[in-house]
Nanobody, 122 residues
Framework: VQLVESGGGSVRPGGSLRLSCAVS????????VGWFRQAPGKEREWVSQISMDDGRTAYTDSVKGRFTISRDNARNTVLLQMNSLKPEDTAVYYC????????????????WGQGTLVTVSS
């Protein structure tokens, strides 16, 4: 199982970025993928999650209305569209495959990508 993120970069406040997570190694669509982020000196924080089979989504409150998670099952890819970015969104963003337990806890995910850096600054 492998997850590879891409799409990070630098953007001004109010700008947009789209992150991609390419997933390989799964034989079915019955799994969930989550996005986390970790800012310098802070704990890893859950951002969003999507179920690959039925498309159900969930978001942390701080990104609701600004971020949208989606999936492309044909390409085994999960996207995170981030709009109206704020300086506090600056972090390394990781995608991960959900295993079991509370879906907002990093401990519930067993496979992780390497991360992609998002910097929001004027």
């Amino acid at each position: 199982v492998q997850l590879v993120e891409s799409g990070g970069g630098s953007v001004r406040p109010g700008g947009s970025l789209r992150l991609s997570c390419a997933v390989s190694g799964f034989e079915s669509d019955r799994y969930c993928v989550g996005w986390f982020r970790q800012a310098p000196g802070k704990e890893r924080e859950w951002v969003s999650q999507i179920s690959m089979d039925d498309g159900r989504t969930a978001y942390t409150d701080s990104v609701k209305g600004r971020f949208t998670i989606s999936r492309d099952n044909a390409r085994n890819t999960v996207l995170l569209q981030m709009n109206s970015l704020k300086p506090e969104d600056t972090a390394v963003y990781y995608c991960a495959q959900y295993y079991s337990g509370g879906f907002t806890s990093p401990l519930s995910y067993d496979y992780w990508g390497q991360g992609t850096l998002v910097t929001v600054s004027s």
